[in-house]
């Protein structure tokens, strides 16, 4: 296979890794009912005068499968950290009790369930607009190479291993909202 159609590819697999990639992070903000420390992903904390990640301001625990517990590396955190907690709309209510930050995962309802699947969906949606507009970049490379240098034959080897890494990995987004949604819906 010719150098620059082999880059063409590799370029393609990397924008769909990367929008699998992105994927998972987005999932995994999504909770499923159980208390998970990364349900606090992405949540800044004031602190000294800067945005900090509440990882490391301080130390997160699931301490069972409905209560996360925050011990902050430094007490005079505490309210910064609870305010941040707040104001992300996570729908979490922080407990301070002045030494830590006790929070109770709530029950989901059915209704929330339903709702959370289809934030889900979303993602998963988005993952296969990005992998289709990969797809799209690496054919129009590859069409541009079939004007200048590669042959008719080559191009559309090309394209078709285009359309084999695409189907793989829409059929890994299947997979993983699948995992998901089944995931949400278990009570």
Do not use: C, W
């Not at 291993?161 to 819906?185: G, H, P, R, W, Y």
């Amino acid at each position: 296979m010719d150098e620059e159609v082999k880059m063409v590819l590799d370029m393609a697999e990397e924008s769909m890794s990367a929008a699998i990639e992105h994927l998972n992070k987005g999932l995994v903000k999504i909770r499923a009912g159980k208390a998970h420390q990364s349900m606090l992903d992405g949540i800044y904390v004031e602190y000294y005068g800067a945005q900090t990640p509440l990882n490391q301001v301080s130390n997160v625990n699931a301490l069972d499968a409905r209560t996360l517990s925050i011990q902050p590396f430094d007490k005079s955190a505490l309210e910064n950290i609870e305010k941040a907690i707040m104001a992300a709309n996570i729908g979490l209510n922080p407990q301070n009790n002045g030494e830590l930050i006790m929070i109770n995962v709530p029950q989901l309802t059915e209704e929330r369930r339903k709702s959370l699947v289809k934030q889900a969906k979303a993602e998963g949606e988005h993952a296969k607009v990005s992998i289709r507009n990969a797809r799209k970049e690496a054919n129009d490379e590859i069409k541009k190479l079939e004007k200048e240098t590669i042959s008719e034959d080559l191009a559309k080897m090309a394209e078709e291993d285009i359309q084999k890494l695409t189907d793989s990995f829409s059929q890994k987004v299947d997979n993983m909202m699948a995992e998901k949604e089944k995931d949400i819906m278990t009570v």
